[in-house]
């Protein structure tokens, strides 16, 4: 398979800080990450690529594909709309077991299983793949923006090629 990126370590020290500022910010960083998979599968593209900051890095390993490298908010654009615009199936993303690994005063670093789904039909579920999200994240002008996006996909959903010549943009592309 592709090479793995550097995934976000994890703090497991158990380790309580009572300063409200840092639990205000805790809080915010939470619902910010969760807000990525509603705002993803109810299409609301305007406040889901604000999450982003304008220089965000995104990538993407999956098995088999090879691990896609992009760098700037509208590469991300551009491939979300390459990725979502044909696609009628509502997908629900899922995020489990959220977990913030570091975070100070302007940057955090968390992770979150992930879950992608469909209900093709009324009598079914179909699970359609599952991974990792990593988030860096940065405070800029007092709100929390992802700036690494990099997703660690477990197994290919049905083939969806991501030309670079569909795309306008440049983007690294690292075949398995």
């Given at each position: 398979g592709p090479r793995k990126l550097r995934m976000t370590e994890a703090d497991s020290s158990g380790a309580a800080n009572?300063?409200?500022q840092?639990?205000?910010d805790r809080l915010a960083?939470?619902?910010h990450l969760t807000a990525c998979a509603y705002l993803i599968d109810e299409r609301r593209w305007d406040a889901w690529f604000a999450l982003f900051s304008d220089d965000i890095v995104f990538e993407c390993t999956v098995p088999g594909f090879g691990t896609i490298h992009a760098e700037g908010k509208a590469t991300l654009r551009a491939i979300t709309e390459l990725?979502?615009?044909p696609t009628t199936a509502m997908r629900r993303?899922?995020?489990g077991n959220v977990h913030v690994?570091?975070?100070s005063d302007t940057s955090a670093e968390a992770r979150a299983y992930l879950l992608t789904s469909t209900v093709p039909a009324a009598d079914r579920l179909e699970m359609l793949t599952?991974?990792?999200f990593n988030a860096s994240l940065r405070k800029i002008d007092g709100c929390w923006r992802i700036t690494r996006w990099y997703i660690e996909i477990d197994a290919p959903l049905a083939h969806s090629p991501v030309p670079q010549e569909a795309l306008g943009v440049t983007l690294r592309f690292e075949p398995a």
């Open positions: 009572a300063d409200v840092f639990l205000a960083i939470l619902n990725r979502y615009g993303h899922t995020m690994a570091s975070q599952s991974g990792v």
